[in-house]
């Protein structure tokens, strides 16, 4: 009994101790740790805590030092803050404090259709590389769209070009240990699994298990890159099927903004993978313009600054003047989020927000669901999403700033994911990804503050137990 206390004791001063924690996380592990002694002990050291692995880490950190600096534009400036307005130009140099990226113009956007759009325009791509093909995906299947790109890529590698291929090792397992993942490899492709899991038993003393790469990058000869929300996978999504199809928005880039994505991938290539990519990464950007949109990578992850997700997020939504529209699949924020989405409303800027109606995550859904009266309160418009899981990630300031990428406003994408977005300044851009939100609204059914009132109790304590989880991440 004496040890038991003891060991308790230890843990409450550890989650005491621990740096980065705000006081509701402290709170609820103390709680569960003094109800549940040994299943809350174990929890916390196996769940509780962000952590890599101190060689993963350590790795980690000499591939970044190791790095070449982003290189300057030889051709114009590579910061073109004068082609920004003033008043959005601090949300830029957060990025920047973030990712080290400068805004850089000079690239060319487009919206692509749908996912399986998206699957064709990036096969097509490939298909067409002259020197190098890069790809990660947090979710990567071995099905219609999946092997789209399995074989694009074996294509590819047998005409000369180098081509490599990045999944998370959970998210992406039953292509990784299927026969694609070593056909690619024989056929000269390339693999590396990111955050791999090894020994189950023995991966928790190495680290925590569920942090992982949600990143979902292409970037084809260094001037072509995708960003957004959508894995490779078929819209269907079979490993869920009863919540198909799933919806997602990416953006094709050309322009220098694909060495931004190019340093992402590297970064996430070389700590996993034997590989040194630097000369790559020293290249100059010599390529000509190819459009008018000023873009940013904003790269974030539980070894980059704490709370860096929220504080995007959060700026963009203080920075707004007349319209927010945020679409996103997972609504679990932090106190400081959910006061500034509520306050953007009281203030008195048109606040709308589109979730799904059916999440694949049962206790997401009910989490998300719990802050409705508040936001409805405060007058931000809500609207769920019938015509499949709404996955994009998207937010668009006041007509003429987008955010989009692969971060939900949840702690997950907060504290435990590596997640890639790119901010952009583009009024036209942003008018089409806006149009895309409203046909994604016109799809949607309004919740009311009527309706949520005539929620049984029951259902109300359901989601406020579940929304009490949400420290605990």
Aim: aromatic fraction near 8%; include cysteine.
């Amino acid at each position: 009994m004496a040890l038991g206390g003891l060991l308790e004791l230890a843990v409450l001063a550890r989650i005491l101790l621990r740096p980065h924690r705000d006081p509701a996380s402290r709170i609820a592990w103390m709680v569960v740790v003094g109800v549940l002694p040994v299943l809350g002990m174990l929890a916390y050291l196996l769940l509780g805590e962000v952590n890599i692995g101190r060689r993963r880490l350590k790795r980690l950190h000499a591939v970044l030092a190791r790095m070449p600096a982003f290189p300057r534009w030889v051709g114009d400036a590579v910061e073109p803050m004068g082609e920004v307005p003033e008043r959005y130009r601090h949300l830029f140099e957060l990025g920047r404090s973030i990712s080290a990226f400068s805004p850089i113009g000079g690239n060319g956007a487009q919206l692509l259709p749908n996912s399986d759009a998206t699957i064709e325009a990036m096969v097509a791509d490939i298909d067409a590389a002259q020197e190098h093909v890069h790809v990660l995906f947090y979710i990567w299947l071995p099905d219609g769209n999946g092997c789209k790109v399995v074989e694009a890529l074996k294509r590819a590698a047998a005409r000369g070009v180098t081509c490599r291929a990045m999944a998370d090792a959970l998210g992406s397992r039953t292509i990784i240990r299927g026969p694609h993942w070593a056909a690619m490899r024989a056929a000269g492709v390339h693999v590396a699994a990111g955050l791999p899991i090894g020994n189950p038993f023995l991966r928790p003393f190495r680290g925590r298990i569920d942090l992982r790469n949600h990143r979902k990058i292409a970037v084809i000869d260094d001037r072509i890159t995708y960003c957004g929300s959508q894995n490779c996978a078929d819209p269907e999504f079979l490993i869920k099927a009863k919540f198909g199809p799933w919806v997602d928005a990416m953006i094709r880039f050309e322009g220098p903004i694909a060495r931004q994505n190019q340093f992402l991938f590297a970064g996430d290539w070389m700590t996993c993978a034997d590989e040194n990519l630097d000369e790559l990464l020293r290249r100059p950007l010599s390529m000509p313009a190819q459009g008018k949109t000023v873009a940013q990578v904003i790269g974030t992850g539980p070894t980059v600054r704490y709370s860096a997700m929220p504080e995007v997020f959060e700026s963009l939504l203080f920075a707004a003047r007349h319209e927010v529209i945020v679409t996103t699949p997972y609504y679990v924020p932090n106190e400081s989020l959910h006061s500034a989405l509520c306050t953007t409303a009281y203030r008195g800027v048109d606040t709308t927000i589109v979730l799904p109606a059916r999440n694949d995550s049962w206790i997401v859904g009910a989490a998300s669901r719990s802050y409705y009266a508040d936001l409805l309160g405060a007058g931000v418009r809500i609207h769920e999403y019938q015509g499949g899981l709404l996955h994009a990630k998207s937010l668009t300031l006041d007509g003429e700033v987008t955010l989009i990428g692969s971060a939900n406003m949840d702690r997950r994408s907060f504290d435990l994911n590596y997640e890639n977005n790119i901010l952009f300044y583009d009024p036209a851009l942003t008018d089409t990804v806006r149009t895309r939100q409203y046909d994604y609204i016109a799809r949607s059914h309004p919740v009311t503050k009527q309706a949520v009132a005539a929620w049984p109790r029951s259902r109300r304590l359901w989601n406020n137990l579940i929304a009490t989880l949400g420290p605990l991440l």
